[in-house]
């Protein structure tokens, strides 16, 4: 399934609800998280559903290096100096709570809210 119409980030790719973009390109999109942990809190997904890491198969292998290889740029074109963190949780124990596979970067002074 290349979309889920029951999926809320499918629905952001398709512009169907508001997202505050900060990049799009043919395979990936990325913009703020709603509820942002960090100063600079954003999600890098791909266009494509993948349901979540579990669902990551050989053929998504590029994919997945061009959303880890854009990190470090998004964080720098965000004002990001001083290191980021990424991460990505998988399934319930791993505590994600939307399945459209995302990977969160953030940066900012710290204090941060959680993370
Ligand atoms: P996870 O626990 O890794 O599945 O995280 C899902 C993230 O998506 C959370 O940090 C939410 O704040 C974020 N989120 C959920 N809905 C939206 C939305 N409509 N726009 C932006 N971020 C969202
Ligand atoms: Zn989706």
């Not at 993948?50 to 997945?64: Q, R």
């Not at 998004?74 to 994600?96: A, E, H, I, S």
């Not at 970067?105 to 941060?112: E, I």
């Amino acid at each position: 399934m290349s979309s889920d119409p029951n999926c809320i980030f499918c629905k952001i790719v398709a512009g169907q609800i508001p997202a505050k973009k900060v990049h799009e390109d043919d395979e990936l999109l990325v913009f703020h998280d709603i509820h942002p942990w960090a100063p600079v809190h954003v999600l890098v997904i791909p266009k494509l559903h993948i349901a979540s890491h579990t669902d990551v198969t050989a053929e998504h292998v590029p994919l997945l290096g061009r959303m880890l290889a854009l990190a470090p740029r998004l964080m720098k074109d965000l004002g990001v100096t001083n290191g980021f963190r990424t991460v990505l949780n998988c399934g319930p124990d791993g505590g994600q709570e939307v399945y459209h596979l995302h990977m969160h970067v953030m940066g900012g002074p710290r204090p941060w809210l959680k993370g």
